[in-house]
């Protein structure tokens, strides 16, 4: 009711500033100032500690499902995570990723970058989420829960935890085939750079959240082109270390489907260890190696590699910006009963 009520009482305002503006002529001047206060309005509708009176222990629920899950699983923080980042970059930060399939639609979730998530995954979210809904039904967004649990999840790594603004609302909407807008780990520097500027992030930004690749596994088909046949001239990526190249090989045969750590030295805490792979050309993705092809990028790699700190804090904040692209709030959307399923 609250989302609703700041709503409202923007939309009431920008009429005020355009009426009085065009009784003054100011139609120019109408215009800027009314898309001004919608987007101030939408961004007033996402705020930390959204569900502090209509639902005050929705937090402390979600993480308390999270911790029973990694007890089962110290993995599967590093596929919320990802989870986040995925839903993110396809059609906004709405849980669409978070729906099933149907007969008439191949959603999100089956889409091959997605394939590989692990469906304990999506069960910390339906936990979280009945929990949720005995507590305070109809309350708390499946996206926001997802948004919570990939907060927390850096956190228990050993990353820093972060206020996460809420009150995103969820999509009704998810095609497989919108998982376009995720950036493969093929892409070059400047494929990753565009893609990202897309979602308006900018690329320091791309280089800070690529840093969440220090915690999570990897399956080889994700990376074999580097391997094998990688070109007419080497049958090996040259930028690949050739000690990491040869370690891969082992754990990676022609036409394997295992997995490997993204982060062999520390693959559940994170850390800066991954920006230091980097400096030894132990990046596993073409993704992840492409951050050390210019001297800028190159020196943002260095710098995080050289500080926890500022790796950590600089993580957070984007995190927090990521959380709030192509949001629905207010009367956009729905509150999900169930996250796999529209209502």
């Given at each position: 009711?609250?989302?609703?009520?700041?709503?409202?009482?923007?939309?009431e305002?920008?009429?005020?500033?355009?009426e009085?503006?065009?009784?003054?002529?100011?139609?120019?001047?109408?215009?800027?100032?009314?898309?001004?206060l919608?987007?101030?309005?939408?961004?007033?509708?996402?705020?930390?500690?959204f569900?502090?009176?209509?639902?005050?222990?929705?937090?402390?629920?979600?993480?308390?499902?999270?911790?029973?899950?990694?007890?089962?699983?110290?993995?599967?923080?590093?596929?919320?995570?990802?989870?986040?980042?995925?839903?993110?970059?396809?059609?906004?930060?709405?849980?669409?990723i978070?729906?099933?399939?149907?007969?008439?639609?191949?959603?999100?979730?089956?889409?091959?970058?997605?394939?590989?998530l692990?469906?304990?995954?999506?069960?910390?979210?339906?936990?979280?989420k009945k929990?949720?809904?005995?507590?305070?039904?109809?309350?708390?967004?499946?996206?926001?829960?997802?948004?919570?649990?990939?907060?927390?999840?850096?956190?228990?790594?050993?990353?820093?935890?972060?206020?996460?603004?809420?009150?995103?609302?969820?999509?009704?909407?998810?095609?497989?085939?919108?998982?376009?807008?995720?950036?493969?780990?093929?892409?070059?520097?400047?494929?990753?750079?565009?893609?990202?500027?897309?979602?308006?992030?900018?690329?320091?930004?791309m280089?800070?959240?690529?840093?969440?690749?220090?915690?999570?596994?990897?399956?080889?088909?994700?990376?074999?082109?580097?391997?094998?046949?990688?070109?007419?001239?080497?049958?090996?990526?040259?930028?690949?270390?050739?000690?990491?190249?040869?370690?891969?090989?082992?754990?990676?045969?022609?036409?394997?489907?295992?997995?490997?750590?993204?982060?062999?030295?520390?693959?559940?805490?994170?850390d800066?260890?991954?920006?230091?792979?980097?400096?030894?050309?132990?990046?596993?993705?073409?993704?992840?190696?492409?951050?050390m092809?210019?001297?800028?990028?190159?020196?943002k790699?260095?710098?995080?590699?050289?500080?926890?700190?500022?790796?950590k804090?600089?993580?957070?904040?984007?995190?927090?910006?990521?959380?709030?692209?192509?949001?629905?709030?207010?009367?956009q959307?729905?509150?999900?009963?169930?996250?796999?399923?529209?209502?």
């Open positions: 009711m609250e989302d609703l009520a700041a709503a409202k009482r923007t939309s305002l920008i009429k005020t500033v355009r009085m503006a065009f009784r003054r002529g100011e139609m120019l001047l109408a215009i800027v100032v009314a898309l001004c919608s987007a101030i309005g939408t961004e007033a509708q996402l705020r930390v500690g569900y502090s009176h209509s639902c005050p222990k929705a937090e402390v629920i979600v993480k308390k499902e999270l911790k029973k899950a990694l007890k089962a699983d110290a993995g599967i923080g590093a596929d919320l995570l990802r989870m986040h980042f995925h839903d993110c970059f396809v059609r906004g930060c709405d849980g669409s978070l729906l099933d399939s149907t007969k008439k639609n191949t959603a999100e979730k089956d889409a091959i970058p997605n394939q590989t692990e469906d304990e995954a999506f069960q910390v979210i339906d936990k979280a929990k949720l809904e005995k507590v305070c039904k109809g309350t708390v967004s499946c996206a926001d829960i997802l948004a919570f649990a990939a907060r927390d999840s850096v956190a228990i790594y050993g990353g820093t935890s972060y206020p996460v603004p809420a009150g995103r609302r969820d999509g009704k909407i998810s095609r497989s085939s919108d998982t376009i807008d995720l950036p493969p780990p093929t892409f070059n520097l400047e494929q990753l750079t565009k893609s990202f500027a897309s979602k308006g992030m900018s690329q320091d930004e280089i800070t959240l690529s840093g969440a690749h220090t915690i999570g596994v990897a399956h080889c088909p994700t990376f074999s082109n580097r391997l094998y046949n990688f070109s007419r001239k080497a049958s090996t990526d040259p930028t690949l270390n050739p000690k990491y190249a040869a370690q891969l090989k082992k754990e990676c045969p022609r036409g394997s489907i295992n997995e490997v750590d993204m982060d062999p030295p520390s693959p559940l805490t994170f800066t260890s991954y920006y230091s792979n980097l400096l030894d050309n132990r990046g596993l993705f073409t993704s992840d190696q492409t951050l092809s210019t001297p800028a990028t190159a020196g790699v260095r710098q995080f590699a050289s500080s926890s700190v500022l790796f804090q600089k993580f957070a904040a984007a995190m927090v910006k990521m959380g709030k692209i192509g949001v629905l709030t207010g009367a959307g729905e509150i999900r009963s169930y996250c796999r399923v529209v209502n």
